[in-house]
């Protein structure tokens, strides 16, 4: 539902990062069209589609988390 709703606003590029599951993935939308995932990655510094020149280092992302004290809805 979301895809659909941003696809008619315009919005060209989502991105899905799942914290636990330690994945991303890069999807592209188009009007009338299913979303394309151009990336899927769980580690390393993958450049990413559509944002010239910007490179996430997932392997300190995850290790940044890790970091972070845990809540009481975990």
């Known amino acids: 539902e979301k895809l ?5 606003f315009g919005v060209r590029y989502y991105w899905l ?3 636990l ?5 890069v ?4 009007p009338g069209a299913p979303a394309t995932i ?3 990655a769980a580690d390393g510094a993958p450049a990413i589609p559509g944002c010239d020149g910007l490179v996430l280092d997932l392997d300190a992302l995850w290790a940044e988390l890790d970091r972070l004290p845990e809540t009481e809805d975990e």
């Open 4 to 8: 659909a709703e941003y696809s008619a």
């Open 17 to 19: 990062i799942d914290q």
């Open 38 to 40: 151009l990336l899927a």
């Open 21 to 25: 599951g330690r994945t991303l993935e």
């Open 27 to 30: 999807r592209e939308l188009r």
